[in-house]
Nanobody, 118 residues
Framework: QVQLVESGGGLVQPGGSLRLSCAAS????????MGWYRQPPGKERELVAL???????NYADSVKGRFTISRDIVKNTVYLQMNSLKPEDTAVYYC????????????WGQGTQVTVSS
């Protein structure tokens, strides 16, 4: 019974900010590696940010210095703080929970739309 529910997307002007949330149930965001991906219109899905169980983070070069991935263990929620947004950040953003064993599965949220436009 694993479920990931994204929220926080919307329309924002260039230079603005949004915070995306991914509320998890059935697995712990403290134990499982969590990621944010995005898929711009007409393009392939790409990795945006990762946070591992130990708290180490990784970012795509295109978002370094602008985006921050974090987690709230008590709320079992992972966040993506997006600052200095650009039109090229426009995409559907997806939360991913990575499996811990080969017998387990990766899980994806349904996605939330982020549109950066003036």
């Amino acid at each position: 019974q694993v479920q990931l529910v994204e929220s926080g997307g919307g329309l924002v002007q260039p230079g603005g900010s949004l915070r995306l949330s991914c509320a998890a149930s059935g697995r712990s965001v403290a134990i499982n590696t969590m990621g944010w991906y995005r898929q711009p219109p007409g393009k392939e899905r790409e990795l945006v940010a990762l946070i591992a169980s130990g708290g180490i983070t990784n970012y795509a070069d295109s978002v370094k210095g602008r985006f921050t991935i974090s987690r709230d263990i008590v709320k079992n929620t992972v966040y993506l703080q997006m600052n200095s947004l650009k039109p090229e950040d426009t995409a559907v953003y997806y939360c991913k929970l990575y499996k811990r064993t080969v017998a387990d599965l990766d899980y994806w949220g349904q996605g939330t739309q982020v549109t950066v436009s003036s």
